[in-house]
């Protein structure tokens, strides 16, 4: 696997892109952008990330939605990332059972290793974005820099970070103030 050469920015999906419940998205209708989120992936793309998405999709497990399903979703994530003038390169998502002990629920590393294979590339010193601690506590044992937005889980998550993330974790409002804060901190031109 090739060094990063490239820029890198991992995206949790739910309560990051797009509104969460604690029902779970279970359709394409449901499936409903936060405000701003979609041109922060395009502001991002368009600066020169790679875009990867790693999401936890333990519905499908449960049977609250089917494979196809969930591609319509990713599909429709996609054409309005496109619409916006960017792109996402991967997706990658665990379709296990809290229970099943698999290697790729978060905040265990699977995803971040699907995401290095597919790319070809090390994921060490990628921005990761999510809304929950398990998001955080991959973030740092992948070696990825953690950004917790407030959407989502995310407000109510900050407050229980361990001290240990705390340090260690950038909170920020929403993906639109974290797509901003990591063009600042690469220094890219924020237009």
Request: with cysteine.
């Amino acid at each position: 696997m090739s060094e990063a050469l490239h820029k890198l920015v991992i995206l949790d999906r739910d309560g990051v892109i797009n509104a969460d419940s604690d029902n779970y998205i279970r359709t394409v209708d449901e499936w409903n952008p936060l405000p701003g989120s979609i041109e922060a992936i395009a502001s991002l793309s368009k600066a020169g990330y790679l875009i990867a998405v790693a999401t936890n999709q333990s519905g499908l497990a449960r049977g609250y939605f089917d494979e196809i399903t969930l591609a319509n979703m990713h599909n429709l994530m996609c054409e309005l990332v496109e619409a916006a003038g960017g792109r996402i390169d991967v997706i990658c998502y665990c379709p296990h059972a809290p229970a099943e002990n698999c290697a790729c629920r978060k905040p265990k590393l699977g995803l971040l290793e699907q995401i290095g294979a597919a790319l070809d590339l090390s994921v060490q010193g990628a921005w990761l974005v999510g809304d929950h601690e398990k998001d955080m506590q991959m973030a740092v044992a992948g070696g990825c820099k953690p950004v917790l937005v407030q959407t989502g889980k995310g407000s109510s998550e900050a407050s229980k970070l361990p001290a240990h993330l705390r340090t260690q974790v950038k909170i920020v409002d929403d993906l639109a103030a974290a797509a901003l804060f990591i063009l600042a901190q690469d220094g890219c031109n924020i237009s």
